[in-house]
């Protein structure tokens, strides 16, 4: 039972924080928004640099060696910065597909480019009806010769608007919510019969909807077994929600931080708003669900790593819960601390709160994981 | 970082569990299943059985008494004594005057106290709050005038615990009224069965038991030898004693019972041509707080890890303390909402009507407001992190 970082772990948390205060504070989020990619190719080279997009690569594969643990850590302090960069859709969702499933030629075809910060990748699973059923895939993979057709439409693409490659989830059998007959396969960007419709989101980041027509793949192209991609999208989804959970925490000691500092500051009737007791409570309610929140993150952090998947989901499930309750209580009631200014764009607090909204609906929202945790054997078994 | 108790942690438990099995007497056990309120005969049985195994005080030094265990163990021995439903022991001797004489008496007050408190000889009820003086504890009147070698005590004490049991009473009485209130408060010891002018009256409270007492000093005398530190120095003793009071308030444990006789219920009441348990809308809503009530474990477990390596208690155990009874007062709650039309039952409900395992749910639900209440009400919690955390101005 240890929930300490270690020193490395301290030390890559301090090189992070420095790094976005140097090089990418809010100010520099603000201005990417207004771009078509809506990130900085330069940045992710850098951020490759550090090590950071080859954090769970082992280090005889010449990466850092570490675990899920680490990408939290990472993530909390990128997320305090709303660094746009694609480090959840490439080195989360993809980057975690690849290690697990991705033959050697596949790993230096394109997992290599991407932790190295030449390219980056998306994955691509949900679609219009699916809401956060990964089962639910209309899109389909026919046979043809040794390779495979694709044709589809994916929604909400993490950078799909940008990737490189694009790992796309295909019905290869069965009907439409059938779990088994789903496959994996990595898509180029620029390949025929693939169109991206960038979409900016609420949280000023960009996904796409992706369109495949007749979009033709190598056999090459399929990561792992024909139709038995269900376990690792699952996982990879449960990972999305840990890395939410991380990312989610930088936001909300932020807006929590801010919170405070303004009670001190802001007077009204001759005194700082943050004698009243009223909002000293409220404050005080929003400490706890942060520091809930914090144990929430290291929970699911510990979590992602878990072989044994039945354990994995019951806990990434309740720390995901806590991100969207917990988290929505700091950001909604930071906003009302703060008055009218925080429903101004012009405050950081509204970007915060954005992000953090789309988080809490991406990789299962509050009701879709309690009805997972409802599900699971281990909800039923009485102690 | 880690979730996982070690090899050893693990056999600790095994052997606590097992044991727990074996010492509880059948009828205890009976009651236990059955998640009755236990009378007093029965947590003194069991105080008993636990002294002749040396388990009475963990948290004790191990040189008075305590059984050497780290953090991580008293913990997992709370955990399955919660388990298995065995009675709690008084707390008022083992984990609050005992501790505060282990720190601040006398060697004749060590000598005195302790052997008894740790054998279950001498029940102890601890006389802090007043009817005007809860939260407000400093301003309390008990008076404890000099008189030779004694202080003469008048004055009032109420919320005393089970003090119809108690054989001494701990209190905080005024010794002196120049300067701030908390100056004037010395920390007295007093034997209830020998001292006249004392007098214990039990009241009821809606769960229906006469958990606690009016306690009334009429002229009572006690000896200055029974002054713990100095006169006049009982407020930060008290504040200390507190801290104690507030770690294990949480109520994880009990949650966790609670929400896995929720499913037992659940599964027992037929509704349809199914059960309760089958119902996707209370399914999810005890899934909510088993969800909740896991990340409040992690937070708690983190604490216990840091206060394995010394790190005292501070601001952040009272997060611990108002998120654990608010999600305790819930789960009561959600008990109450899977008896349906059976939570109008009440204790000794005839079987006809109601289950015996069922019939303590109601007194607990009722009872168990006061979670939020005790052990510094939840908005004094509040108080205490905004003030001493996050140092926010005062008014």
Known sequence: MNFDLTEEQQMIMEQVSKFVANESPVSRFRELRETDQGWDSKMWSKMAEQGWLSIEVPEEQGGFGGSFVDV?????????????EPFIPSV????????????????????TPMIEGRTSLAFAYAEKQSRYDLSDCLTKAEKSGDGW??????????????????????????????????????VDADAKGLTQVRTPGMDGQRTAVVRLEGVEVGADRLLGSEGEAFATVEKAIDRGAAAACAEGQGQIRELFERTVAYLKEREQFGVPIGSFQVLQHIASDMYAEMELCG??????????????????????????LQLSDGGWFVQENAIQLFGGIGVTDEQDEGLFFKRLRVLSGLFGDADAHVARFQSLKGFDAID | MDLSYT??????????????????????????????????????????????????????????????????????????????????LSPFGLSMVGPLIIQYGSDEQKKRFLPKILAGEEIWCQGYSEPNAGSDLANLQLRA?????????????????????????????????????????????????NTPGIDVKPFLTTGGTLA????????????????????????????????????????????????????????????????????????????????????????????LAAAQVGHAPGAESSVLKIVGTELQQEVTELQMDALGHNAMGWLDSPTDALPSSQQSIASQFNYLRAATIYGGSNEIQKNIIAKQLLRLPSA
Not at chain 2, 25 to 40: L, R, V
Not at chain 2, 59 to 75: C, F, H, I, K, L
Not at chain 2, 147 to 174: E, H, M, P, S
Not at chain 2, 287 to 295: G, N
Request: include cysteine.
């Open chain 1, 295 to 320: 144990s929430a993150t290291i929970l699911a952090s510990i979590q992602a790593d878990n072989p044994d998947a039945e354990a994995r989901k019951r806990d990434i499930s309740a720390a995901k």
């Open chain 1, 92 to 111: 989360v969702l993809a980057g975690g597909i690849f290690k697990d499933l991705a033959d050697e030629a596949q790993s230096e075809a394109f997992l």
């Open chain 2, 212 to 303: 606690f007492s009016e306690t009334w000093f009429k002229d009572a005398r006690v000896s200055q030898a029974n002054r713990v530190g100095p006169e006049n120095g009982g407020w930060s003793m008290a504040k200390a004693l507190l801290g104690h009071e507030r770690t294990g308030i949480g109520g994880i444990a009990e949650s966790a019972r609670g929400l896995t006789q929720t499913k037992e219920i659940a599964q027992d009441t037929p509704v349809g041509k199914g059960t309760l348990f089958d119902d996707a809308d209370f399914r999810r809503r005890i899934a909510r707080k088993e969800m909740r009530l896991r990340t409040i474990e992690i937070m708690n477990l983190r604490a």
């Open chain 2, 7 to 88: 090899p050893e942690q693990e056999e600790f438990r095994k052997e606590v569990r097992s044991w727990i099995a074996e010492a509880m007497p059948a009828e205890m056990k009976k009651h236990a299943q059955d998640g009755a309120n236990f009378e007093h005969s029965e947590v003194m049985e069991w105080h008993k059985i636990l002294y002749a195994k040396g388990w009475a005080a963990p948290n004790w030094p191990e040189e008075v008494g305590g059984t050497g265990w780290d953090v991580a163990q008293r913990s997992i021995f709370q955990d399955e004594c919660v388990r298995a439903n065995a009675p709690s």
């Open chain 1, 149 to 186: 057709t694709i044709s589809g439409e994916k929604v909400w693409v993490l950078n799909g608007h940008a990737a490189d490659q694009i790992i796309v989830v295909a019905r290869t059998a069965g009907d439409q919510l059938d779990e088994s007959g789903l496959s994996l396969f990595v």
């Open chain 1, 72 to 84: 939290a850590v990472i993530l909390e302090q990128l997320g305090r910065g709303l660094v746009p």
């Open chain 2, 145 to 193: 005038e000099k008189d030779g070698d004694d202080y003469i005590l008048n004055g009032q004490k109420t919320w005393t615990t089970y003090a119809q049991y108690a054989d001494w009473i701990f209190v905080l009485c005024r010794t002196s009224s120049e300067g701030k209130k908390q100056e004037g408060i010395s920390f007295l010891l007093a034997d209830i069965n």
